[in-house]
């Protein structure tokens, strides 16, 4: 009896694992999803690498003046924030503005990994063409600063790692979701060599449109 639950088991695994899989973002993806960008929010994301964000103090009191008080509070924000390639992000469909379409026609993606919808990472096509990778949007011309919530943070790519329950938690996720890799996330080929970009992960049905057929008038 237990060889053959064992054996049903293993046979679940290989179906979840044929059912999902996560490629990175492109443009003609959002033109396959059935109502194209407003489909966007129906989806999970993750970002290609791990990442690291700290706080940019001098250019969030810049932008937002936070050193100074208002209503008798300073604004503060937290100093680090660490992001693995195994954490889940969705578009919320609460915000005012998921995603958006710049002026030369790129499409800008803002995901969330808090439980905040308005602490979100916002990824930009690198060309309107529709094969391009979504990189983040960053702020400055430099390339190195990006808004996080009401602040601005310095991207950088020096991860130090997650306690072994939540290496432990996000390896289970993924391995329901038919990722492969103990706490390897989203194990694209390739993904370690460049800059972060964003990744989709897509059901096997979601590549398939089925026509609706049309009846005589």
């Known amino acids: 009896m237990i060889k053959k639950s064992l054996w049903k088991f293993m046979v679940l695994c290989v179906l979840f694992a044929g059912c999902a899989s996560v490629k990175e973002m492109q443009k003609k993806i959002a ?3 059935p109502e194209r960008e407003g489909s966007i929010p129906q989806y999970q994301y993750y970002v290609s690498r791990n990442i690291v964000l700290i706080l940019n103090q001098e250019y969030s009191d810049a932008k937002f003046n936070t050193a100074s008080v208002s209503g008798g509070i300073a604004k503060t924000f937290r100093q680090a924030i660490q992001i693995s390639k195994s954490t889940p992000g969705i578009v919320p469909k609460t915000v005012e503005e998921p995603y958006s379409i710049t002026e030369e026609g790129r499409l800008r993606i803002g995901v969330a990994f808090e439980a905040d919808d ?5 990824f930009v096509q690198d060309d309107p063409s529709p094969t391009s990778k979504f ?7 430099a390339g190195t600063v990006v808004k996080y919530g009401e602040a601005y943070y310095d991207v950088s790519w020096n991860f130090k790692g997650e306690r072994l329950i939540t290496r432990l938690k996000y390896w289970w996720i993924n391995f329901v979701a038919g990722i492969q890799g103990a706490f390897q996330g989203t194990n694209v080929a390739g993904a ?3 800059s972060p970009y964003l990744l989709i992960k897509m059901k096997s049905a979601d590549d398939i449109r089925g026509a609706k057929g049309r009846k005589v008038e």
């Open 135 to 141: 990189h983040f949007d960053y702020d400055d011309e």
């Open 118 to 122: 308005n602490e979100r990472l916002w």
């Open 192 to 194: 370690e060599d460049e």
């Open 31 to 33: 033109n396959q999803m």
